[in-house]
């Protein structure tokens, strides 16, 4: 055969060129890169201040585009101008069409608005009114109530900010919004509230008892923002236009990038395009935000790994070093999670006891004593295992765990922080190792580190008393176990016990702590066919534990919640009530979107099953990707409902919902390698994972865990400033045994506080009478359920003289003897503060 014709123009257009013409070539597509990566940046990022973190990602898609230029622009002068003219107009229409888009949904625009001013501020407001900011959202996200400048007259409550004195005192804030900003306030009868934004005010009153009111302000954008915004999509949508046109003749003899370049190149790009016309923030568009970078790098990683790291003379020694790697990957593995877990969470030894849910555990272990076993034993029927059918929560396996702890670390909080390091860092390894044999070992520890960037790990690990943690560790077990029954590493036919104890074991420990796990019967049910199918006993014992021991937790809690018909937080458990929440909130983008991409991503599959003659083994994988994937979906609804629509919470509860991410990751990959043809399967997945590998990098340096090390400092230091406060207070009462002691709380939001005190005070050997005193609020000006709910139980209290409080009426026989501890407010009390 004869040299293709178009080979030998473009060998003759680099002759005339030379190397001079190379170098403003080289110059040329860099520049024109950079259109495409400051829209990813602008539109895709969208930080609400200027990143350098997110910059630096943005900059680095700069060599991977002008790659793509560079290697097809030599091929520039054989488009005729009638196909230039097509691609100009086509583009120009496209992106007069994107602004249009973007105009009537600008979540991402927030660059070509500009700064807003908001300032909020109560107008004629009385002592026994009450008023609080629940939330506050923008087109870029929540935003945080630390943002906002006051007086001190706002003070942070269990769910929001809220007015604590009779004042007008405003509330300030400035920032970008986007198109869009949204305000939900709750509020008593008749209280007017001026809702001010940049200068054009308006005033809101209450009209009904605890009404909640959201203010939404549309602000329309600029004449400039337009022009901008259109010259960027035009110059962006240009560059990809002459890039996949050139780049569809891949094919040719004269083609320099594999056939299947192009299109990870076309889905990066339609992926990138319709996050731009999202309007939700990055934290619910992450899992397509990973697909579109992993695409966008897949060029430049076959690059690097075909034709730089393939080439002589280094080629041998890094087959060498990838060999040795390999064969030491298991201690790398545990050299890295113990890196990432001493890291991350390791300056948690220095913690003492914090405030909230560690007064329980001195409920069993005060200073200077511990707990024995028989002890436990005692204590163990008088928790929620000794309740089963009558706790609205049912976690047999979390309290016995806790009360064993009780007896091995006894009251030394950094043994407790110690055994919490440890338990991250066996998850991490039994997720990494889970995750090797399809990803590689490499690529395998970013999925890991990445997912650590998620905050509810900050309290998984720091705090002592959220069940999660032993959950953690049960997961990581349930999934080791899982992997290795359904793609065994050997062949035979020995049943592998190990594997089947991690499966019961992860169970107990998952659904023994959490109610939320029960949902592992599901897979354990798909384990218990396949050891049917390939008769392992091992393999269906393990399937029928794990599926009974979910059915007895589930049937606790069941005859809990049917019997008092609402949930531990006041929530109704009616079928209908939580079904209309689920609607209502997943017409909420923040919530609806990541069900939507997931629920995108399990039916995008079904259209290769319509490819004629799709081999069997090809079909199976579309299916079983499917199968998997239609179960993340399940999960995210369930969470949801679980949680009666306020799903994520960017807290402890977003575990294990939010693996979604990363297993929804390897899912793709692993099923996305075997729908590649054979005779180039083996590059394309190495290239996948180089491209994978560097996007979990960056996205991880991106995120960063600046907020978790400032979470952990924050901590180590309040935990020690508590107990330094919780021993001043006792050894003041302990010198003046019969002087009594009244805490002064004035929000409910001290709820946990008020009983967090009396439990370490009498732990410490406290015996004087403590007082509850309410200042400011009351079951009037509770403003919804959950909140009357705590007021009633603290008015009981405070009245009663229930839980370790006597009556307050017996106050007044002590006299001037006293001592008052004020948790929030300031108020004359009549008795000497502790300080």
Request: charged fraction near 15%; hydrophobic fraction near 50%.
């Amino acid at each position: 055969m004869g040299e293709h014709p178009e080979s030998a123009r473009i060998r003759a257009m680099k002759s005339k060129w030379g190397r001079p013409a190379a170098w403003i070539h080289v110059l040329a597509t860099s520049i024109w890169a950079c259109w495409p990566a400051f829209l990813f940046y602008v539109l895709v990022l969208q930080p609400t201040t200027i990143s350098l973190a997110r910059l630096a990602v943005s900059a680095l898609l700069v060599p991977a585009l002008a790659t793509l230029g560079y290697k097809t622009s030599l091929r520039f002068r054989l488009l005729s101008a009638a196909h230039w003219l097509r691609v100009l107009a086509a583009s120009a229409a496209a992106a007069g069409l994107a602004v249009l888009i973007l105009s009537i949904n600008p979540g991402k625009t927030y660059l070509f608005y500009g700064p807003h001013t908001l300032r909020i501020q109560p107008v004629g407001i009385s002592d026994e009114q009450a008023i609080e900011l629940r939330w506050f959202n923008t087109m870029l996200g929540d935003v945080s109530f630390d943002t906002f400048q006051q007086d001190g007259d706002w003070q942070r409550s269990a769910g929001g900010l809220r007015l604590t004195a009779d004042s007008e005192a405003p509330l300030i804030w400035r920032g970008f919004t986007g198109g869009r900003a949204t305000l939900s306030f709750t509020g008593t009868p008749g209280v007017t509230l001026r809702v001010t934004w940049d200068g054009q005010p308006r005033d809101i009153t209450f009209k009904e008892t605890r009404a909640r009111t959201v203010v939404e302000t549309a602000f329309a954008l600029p004449g400039w923002g337009y022009a901008g915004l259109s010259l960027l999509l035009f110059g962006t949508l240009l560059f990809a236009a002459v890039i996949i046109i050139l780049n569809s003749q891949i094919a040719e003899p004269s083609a320099t990038l594999p056939d299947w370049s192009g299109w990870l190149l076309l889905i990066g790009l339609f992926i990138s395009l319709l996050l731009l016309a999202s309007n939700v923030p990055t934290a619910s568009i992450q899992l397509p935000l990973l697909i579109a970078l992993t695409s966008l790098f897949a060029v430049p990683a076959w690059l690097l790994n075909e034709q730089l790291l393939s080439r002589a003379p280094w080629r041998a020694g890094i087959q060498h070093l990838a060999e040795v790697l390999r064969r030491r990957s298991t201690l790398l593995v545990l050299i890295g999670s113990a890196a990432l877990a001493i890291g991350l969470f390791g300056r948690t030894v220095w913690m003492n006891w914090t405030m909230f849910d560690d007064h329980q555990i001195m409920q069993y272990v005060g200073p200077g004593y511990g707990l024995s076993f028989g002890q436990m034993w005692t204590n163990i029927s008088k928790t929620e295992i000794g309740q089963f059918g009558n706790s609205l929560r049912f976690r047999p396996t979390y309290w016995f765990l806790r009360l064993l702890e009780c007896v091995v670390w006894g009251a030394r909080p950094y043994l407790w922080h110690a055994f919490r390091v440890l338990i991250l860092a066996i998850s991490l390894s039994l997720f990494w190792t889970a995750m090797t044999p399809a990803l590689g070992w490499a690529t395998a520890g970013l999925v890991c580190a990445y997912t650590l960037t998620f905050p509810y790990w900050n309290q998984l690990i720091a705090w002592l008393g959220p069940g999660e943690t032993y959950a953690a560790a049960g997961l990581a077990l349930y999934v080791w176990g899982m992997v290795r029954i359904l793609h065994p590493p050997r062949d035979g036919t020995q049943p592998d016990i190990m594997a089947g104890a991690a499966v019961i074991v992860g169970s107990v420990l998952c659904i023994g702590s959490k109610e939320n796990f029960v949902l592992l019967a599901l897979p354990s049910a798909v384990l218990g066919c396949h050891a049917l199918r390939h008769k392992d006993t091992v393999a269906s014992a393990a399937a029928l534990a794990s599926i009974l021991f979910a059915a007895y937790v589930g049937a606790g809690v069941l005859l809990a919640v049917t019997h008092q018909g609402v949930d531990i937080y006041s929530h109704s458990v009616s079928p209908a009530d939580r079904i209309a929440h689920l609607l209502l909130s997943l017409e909420d983008a923040r919530y609806g979107t990541p069900l939507l991409i997931l629920a995108a991503l399990a039916v995008a599959p079904a259209a290769g099953l319509l490819a004629p003659d799709l081999p069997k083994h090809t079909r199976s994988s579309i299916l079983r990707a499917q199968c998997w994937l239609a179960g993340l979906c399940l999960i995210y609804l369930s969470q949801v409902l679980f949680y009666n629509g306020e799903w994520p919470t960017g807290s402890r509860y977003d575990f294990p919902g939010m693996l979604y991410i990363p297993a929804a990751i390897v899912i793709l990959t692993v099923y996305g390698v075997q729908l590649a043809p054979e005779v180039n399967r083996a590059t394309f997945s190495r290239t996948w994972h180089l491209a994978l590998g560097i996007t979990l990098a960056l996205v991880t340096l991106m995120k960063g865990y600046s907020p978790t090390i400032t979470f952990v400092d924050r901590m180590v230091k309040s935990s020690n400033e508590f107990v330094r406060g919780i021993e001043h207070a006792a050894s003041t009462l302990r010198a003046h045994p019969d002087y009594a002691l009244v805490i002064e709380s004035g929000s409910v939001a001290d709820y946990e506080a008020i009983f967090s005190h009396e439990e370490f005070l009498r732990a410490y050997g406290v015996q004087n009478s403590i007082f509850l005193r309410m200042h400011g609020y009351s079951l009037e000006t509770a403003l919804y359920k959950q909140e009357t709910k705590l007021v009633a139980h603290l008015t009981d209290v405070s009245a009663r003289g229930t839980s370790g409080f006597e009556p307050l009426d017996d106050f007044d026989g002590f006299g001037e003897k006293c001592f008052s501890l004020i948790l929030s407010g300031d108020y004359e009390t009549g008795c000497p503060p502790l300080k």
